[in-house]
């Protein structure tokens, strides 16, 4: 019997404030019609590599921005990951984001993964990035809130080379730093 009313309680208290059964929570972190999301890129393996990411979508597209630091100069490949659990640091992302089993590619091919983002350029250690994004999205069904984004030791070859892992990672190399993509307000970083 409490066990019924517990539950009973939980429903009221999950609703509370509903106007209608079909409440659209989404409102709740939507401003001006924007989503925004944040990841902290924290190190792995002692890399010394952190950051932060910027997500912001209209429902269409979505910016991303990125400043990351620690970085050895030149290119390195940059993705969303399948999931959000970094218990054991960034090798427990799994694989890119790929919900609709394409090959890998670059963030210009219709050809990609969701998650496929290229590369960051670094320059005396700090890498700036800013893509528009049709793929990547922070509501619905492909939504990548909670999944995880990756920043690799490697250039990202896009697909395009000869190499046995260039379909599926990009021969990236190893995980660098990454964070988990949750919901946030507006920010501002440099």
Do not use: W
């Not at 991303?64 to 630091?69: E, R």
């Amino acid at each position: 019997m409490y066990l019924i009313f517990a539950l009973i309680l939980n429903q009221i208290v999950a609703h509370e404030g509903c106007q209608h059964e079909h409440h659209n929570h989404k409102e709740e972190y939507t401003i001006n019609n924007l989503i925004y999301a944040v990841a902290i890129l924290q190190p792995d393996n002692g890399s010394g590599v952190s950051g932060i990411v910027k997500m912001i979508s209209d429902g269409q597209s979505t910016t991303i921005q990125a400043k990351i630091t620690g970085l050895s100069d030149g290119l390195h490949g940059f993705h969303i990951h399948e999931f959000g659990n970094l218990i054991k640091g960034c090798i427990t992302a799994g694989p890119h984001y790929n919900p609709h089993g394409k090959l890998h590619g670059g963030p210009k091919d219709q050809e990609r993964h969701v998650g496929d983002l290229g590369n960051v350029h670094s320059e005396n250690g700090v890498a700036h990035f800013k893509i528009n994004d049709d793929f990547v999205k922070l509501s619905g069904e492909f939504s990548v809130i909670g999944r995880s984004m990756v920043v690799h030791a490697n250039e990202d070859d896009l697909g395009k080379s000869d190499h046995p892992d260039s379909k599926s990672t990009g021969n990236a190399g190893a995980r660098l730093a990454c964070g988990v993509i949750g919901i946030s307000g507006p920010f501002e970083f440099d």
